[in-house]
C-alpha cells in the first residue's frame, strides 16, 4: 500500500520534561492505527502535532501530495446560531459549492457557441462531476441524516441550536462533521466518548467500512479490536509498532518482552562480569586480560541493551470485607419518573445476593444512575421500596467524584470520617498501589488531572472498608492498564458489586449478573456478562435496549415481541430446528394463541427430540363431555373395552413456565460456550487446576441442561 505519511524523529518538551524523544513511524492508506499507551505518555500531543496544532522541537512529518487530514477536536461552540443540521452541513461546504458551480457550468454550456470556450468547459465540468460522483455528493442529505443518527441525534434534535448543546452532544456533532468530510487521514481522540452503545457499534462499524487511514486513541478495548489492524505503542517516548487490533498486540507484547527481558539480563550479567574481572585483575599476572575486557566493556556501554518496554499494571486492591446477610437488596415494584410524569423504571423487582457483581444496562438517560440513588435511599422512589440486608457497609463512586474535597491534599482527601487510625505512611501506601506517588500525593485535589481524580476517588473507596461497592463508571478517564488492574481488584474482592459501565470489555470481564433498563421502562435480568447479553440479543431471546425500536410492543414474559422473534426466525433460516421450535409456543400474537386454544387439537408443535406432548389418554381426556361419560380410544381391544381415565400425572418438577426454562437453557449453554472460549486462552491451558476446573464446571452446566430439558419436556405436556 501507498504510504501516505512518514514521521521521522519528532521530539517535544515541556519545560525540562521530555514527551516524545525520537517518534518515528509510517502510515499506509487504508491503516487503522490504534495508538496506546498509560495516562500521561503523550498519545494527545503526538496527535496535536500530526493536525498542525502544536510544534515539535525536532523531526520531519511528509505526508503525500493532496493527502488531507482531520482532527476531532474537543471543542465548544456556545454562541453559534445555527442549527445541528446547518453546522453539519458545514463539513460539506466544499462539496456545495462544487454542485453550485457545476450547476452554472451547466448552463453556461447550454448558452455559449464558440468552440474554444464550449471545449474548455466541458472538460470543467467533466471533472467537477467526476469530482462529485466520487464523494457521493449528489447524495448528501441522505449521508447527513445517516451520521447525524448514527452518532446519536434523533429526527427532533436536529433542528436544535448548537449553542443549547451540552458538551457531550457538542463532542458528538464535532465527530459528525469529521466523518461526513472523510479526510484521508482522520485523528481520533477518544472518539466513543458520550456515546452510548447503540451509537459505538455504529462508530465501529463505519471506521472499520471506510476507506480513509485512522489514528485511534481510545481505552474502549472492543472499539480497538473492532476497528484497528495495527498497533503503535508509544511508551517513555518512543514508538513500538505491532500488526493487528489489540488483542493480537497483548500477544505480541508478551512475546516480544520474554526476548527484550532476556536479551537485557544477558547484557546486565556480561557487563557485571566484565566489571568485576577487571576490578580484581587490574593489577597483576592477568593485567592484558583485565585491559582487554576494559576495552570489551567500553564497547558494550557504547551500544548498551534497552531494558524491557513493560507497563507496569497498577497493584490496585480493595480491603477484605466483613460478612453481610444473604440479602444485599431487595427491590420490590421500584418506579421512578422526572420529566412529564415519564417513567424512567417501572416496577422494578429484583434481589441481589451476598458475592454477587451486577452490571446495570440501558441506552443514555434511561435512569441508570437514578437507580443507584434509589437504592442509597439518596432519592425517593415514586411507589415500591428498596430493602437493605443486614451488616451493609457501602462505598459509593460517584462518576462527578464529588467525593473528594477539591480543597485538600490528596493524602487527606482519601482519609475516610469514620476511620480514625490512619497513619500517613498506610495511606501513601494506599496511593501508590492506584498509580499516585511522590508529589503527586501532597497535590491539591483540584490540580489533578481526570485520570489521577479517579484513581483517587477508588483509594478512597479501598480505604472505607466497604463490604459492598456501588461504581457509576469507575473506568472514565482510566487507561487500558489501570482498568485491566481495576478489573483485577473487582474480581477478587470478596463483597458484593454493583455498577454502570459503557466499557463492554469491562462488563464482560466483572459482571456475572445484569440488570438491563429498557426504554419503555420494562428491565430484564440475566445471569452472565456482555457476551451472554449479546448472545441472548442475537437468537431474538432478548430485546436490544439500546436499538431505536425497542419500546415495541412485546410479550410480558418473554421481553420481546412476538412479530418480532418471528422476524428473527424468519431472518435466520440456519437456527436449528430444536431453538425454533422452542420459541414457536412462545411467540404467536395473543389473537392466534386463543385461537388454537379453541380448536381441540391444535396444540404446539415440538421438537422431534422431546416426546410427543399430546398423548391419547390426554386426548381421550380432552373429548370426555361434563357427564364423565367415556369415549373410546383408537385402540380399543376386540371385546370393545374401553380403557377409563387414568389418574393426574404427578409432576417430577415444580411447576415453571417454558418460555423461562427456554431462557435458562440458552443461558447456560453461553456459558458452555464462554468456558470453552477459556480454555483456549493460553495462560488457562498452561495452568492444571484451573483447565480441570474449567471441564468439571462445563460438565455440571451440561448435567444441568439435561435436567432442563426434560422439565421443559415436563411443563410443555402438563402446564394446560
Same mark, same amino acid.
Given at each position: ?6 514521521v ?11 514527551v ?6 509510517q ?13 500521561g ?6 496527535l496535536?502535532?500530526?493536525?498542525g ?6 523531526g ?20 453559534c446560531?445555527r442549527?445541528?443540521?446547518e453546522e ?12 453550485h ?9 447550454a ?6 470556450e ?9 471533472r ?5 460522483q466520487h464523494?457521493?455528493?449528489?447524495h448528501?442529505d ?22 443549547a448543546?451540552? /458538551? ?8 459528525a ?46 472499539f ?8 503503535l ?29 532476556r ?11 566484565a566489571?568485576?574481572?577487571?576490578r580484581?585483575?587490574?593489577?597483576g ?5 583485565a ?6 566493556l567500553?564497547?558494550?556501554m557504547?551500544?548498551?541493551a ?10 490496585m486492591?480493595?480491603?477484605?470485607? &466483613? ?6 437488596f ?13 417513567p424512567l ?5 429484583f434481589?441481589?445476593? +451476598? ?17 443507584? +440513588? ?17 451488616g ?5 463512586f460517584d ?10 491534599q490528596v493524602l ?7 476511620k480514625k487510625?490512619? *497513619? *500517613? ?14 508529589d503527586?500525593q ?5 490540580s489533578?488531572s /481526570?485520570?489521577? +481524580? ?8 479501598s ?5 459492598v461497592?456501588?461504581l457509576?463508571?469507575?473506568t472514565n478517564?482510566?487507561?487500558l492498564?489501570? +482498568? ?9 474482592? /470478596? ?5 454502570i ?9 466483572v ?29 431474538g431471546?432478548?430485546a ?15 421481553g ?18 430444536k *431453538?425454533?421450535?422452542?420459541? &414457536?409456543?412462545?411467540t ?5 394463541e ?6 381441540e ?28 361419560e367415556?369415549v ?13 381415565? &387414568?389418574? &393426574? ?7 415453571r413456565?417454558?418460555h423461562?426454562?427456554?431462557e ?20 488457562i491451558a ?14 455440571? *452446566? ?5 435436567l ?13
Amino acid at each position: 500500500m501507498e504510504v501516505i505519511l512518514t514521521v521521522e524523529h519528532l521530539r517535544k518538551y515541556f519545560s525540562s520534561d521530555p514527551v516524545l524523544v525520537d517518534v518515528s513511524f509510517q502510515l499506509r492508506a487504508g491503516d487503522k492505527v490504534g495508538l496506546v499507551g498509560p495516562n500521561g505518555c503523550g498519545k494527545t500531543t503526538l496527535l496535536n502535532i500530526l493536525a498542525g496544532r502544536e510544534e515539535s522541537e525536532k523531526g520531519t512529518i511528509d505526508k503525500a501530495s493532496g493527502t488531507s487530514i482531520g482532527y476531532l477536536e474537543q471543542r465548544h461552540q456556545t454562541d453559534c446560531r445555527r442549527t445541528v443540521l446547518e453546522e453539519a452541513k458545514l463539513a460539506l461546504a466544499p462539496l456545495i459549492e462544487m454542485q453550485h458551480e457545476a450547476e452554472y457550468l451547466a448552463n453556461q454550456l447550454a448558452q455559449t457557441t464558440d468552440e474554444t470556450e464550449l471545449i474548455r468547459l466541458s472538460v470543467r465540468y467533466d471533472r467537477i462531476h467526476e469530482s462529485l460522483q466520487h464523494h457521493d455528493a449528489y447524495h448528501f442529505d441522505y449521508r447527513i441524516e445517516k451520521i447525524l443518527h448514527g452518532v446519536g441525534f434523533t429526527d427532533d434534535e436536529f433542528s436544535k441550536p448548537v449553542s443549547a448543546l451540552s /458538551g457531550g452532544e457538542m463532542n458528538r456533532l464535532n465527530l459528525a462533521q469529521l466523518l461526513l468530510e472523510e479526510p484521508d487521514i482522520m485523528l481520533l481522540d477518544e472518539p466513543s466518548n458520550h456515546l452510548d452503545l447503540l451509537a459505538t457499534e455504529w462508530l465501529e462499524n463505519f471506521l472499520h467500512d471506510t476507506s480513509a487511514s485512522v489514528i485511534l486513541v481510545s481505552h474502549d478495548r472492543y472499539f480497538l479490536d473492532r476497528v484497528t489492524n495495527r498497533t503503535l505503542e508509544l511508551f517513555h517516548g518512543t514508538i513500538d509498532d505491532y500488526s493487528g487490533n489489540f488483542s493480537k498486540y497483548t500477544a505480541l507484547k508478551e512475546e516480544r518482552l520474554t526476548v527484550q527481558t532476556r536479551t537485557y539480563e544477558k547484557y546486565v550479567e556480561e557487563v557485571e562480569k566484565a566489571k568485576e574481572f577487571i576490578r580484581r585483575n587490574h593489577y597483576g599476572m592477568k593485567a592484558a586480560q583485565a585491559e582487554d575486557r576494559r576495552k570489551k566493556l567500553e564497547r558494550l556501554m557504547e551500544t548498551p541493551a534497552n531494558p524491557p518496554r513493560k507497563i507496569e499494571s497498577l497493584p490496585m486492591h480493595f480491603s477484605k470485607p &466483613k460478612r453481610t446477610g444473604d440479602i444485599i437488596f431487595r427491590c420490590e415494584k421500584l418506579s421512578k419518573s422526572f420529566t412529564f410524569g415519564k417513567p424512567l423504571f417501572q416496577d422494578l423487582t429484583f434481589n441481589i445476593e +451476598r458475592g454477587q457483581r451486577w452490571a446495570i444496562l440501558g441506552p443514555n438517560g434511561c435512569g441508570k444512575t437514578t437507580l443507584l +440513588r434509589c437504592l442509597l435511599n439518596e432519592i425517593t422512589p415514586d411507589s415500591g421500596q428498596s430493602i437493605h440486608g443486614q451488616g451493609l457497609k457501602i462505598g459509593y463512586f460517584d462518576q462527578q467524584l464529588h467525593v473528594l474535597d477539591d480543597s485538600l491534599q490528596v493524602l487527606d482527601a482519601i482519609r475516610p470520617v469514620n476511620k480514625k487510625v490512619f *497513619e *500517613e505512611p498506610a495511606r501513601r501506601n494506599l496511593l501508590g498501589s492506584f498509580g499516585l506517588t511522590g508529589d503527586q500525593q501532597l497535590q491539591k485535589v483540584a490540580s489533578l488531572s /481526570g485520570g489521577q +481524580r479517579c484513581r483517587a476517588a477508588l483509594a478512597k473507596l479501598s480505604a472505607e472498608d466497604a463490604n459492598v461497592l456501588i461504581l457509576d463508571e469507575p473506568t472514565n478517564h482510566l487507561d487500558l492498564w489501570a +482498568r485491566a488492574a481495576l478489573e483485577k481488584a473487582i474480581r477478587d474482592f /470478596g463483597g458484593t458489586v454493583l455498577f454502570i459501565s459503557h466499557d463492554r470489555y469491562f462488563v464482560d470481564r466483572v459482571a456475572d449478573h445484569l440488570l438491563i433498563i429498557q426504554p419503555d421502562a420494562r428491565f430484564k435480568i440475566l445471569e452472565g456478562n456482555y457476551s451472554t447479553f449479546r448472545h441472548m440479543v442475537s437468537k431474538g431471546l432478548i430485546a436490544d435496549p439500546f436499538l431505536a425500536d425497542a419500546c415495541s410492543d412485546r410479550k410480558a414474559a418473554g421481553g420481546i415481541s412476538g412479530k418480532s422473534m418471528v422476524s428473527v426466525i424468519k431472518q435466520n433460516p440456519n437456527r436449528n430446528n430444536k *431453538e425454533q421450535n422452542l420459541w &414457536k409456543t412462545n411467540t404467536q400474537p395473543k389473537e392466534i394463541e386463543q385461537k388454537k386454544i379453541n380448536k381441540e387439537t391444535a396444540q404446539p408443535t415440538p421438537n422431534k427430540k422431546y416426546k410427543e406432548p399430546l398423548r391419547k389418554e390426554e386426548h381421550w381426556k380432552n373429548q370426555q363431555g361434563k357427564t364423565g361419560e367415556t369415549v373410546p380410544l383408537d385402540n380399543t381391544n376386540s371385546s370393545g373395552v374401553t380403557k377409563t381415565k &387414568k389418574e &393426574k400425572k404427578v409432576r417430577k418438577f415444580p411447576f415453571r413456565k417454558t418460555h423461562e426454562i427456554e431462557e435458562e437453557i440458552f443461558a447456560r449453554e453461553t456459558q458452555i460456550m464462554t468456558l470453552n472460549e477459556d480454555l483456549l486462552r493460553p495462560e488457562i491451558a498452561r495452568d492444571g487446576e484451573r483447565t480441570k476446573t474449567i471441564h468439571h464446571e462445563i460438565k455440571e *452446566e451440561q448435567d444441568k441442561i439435561a435436567l432442563l430439558y426434560e422439565h421443559w419436556e415436563e411443563a410443555n405436556e402438563l402446564n394446560w
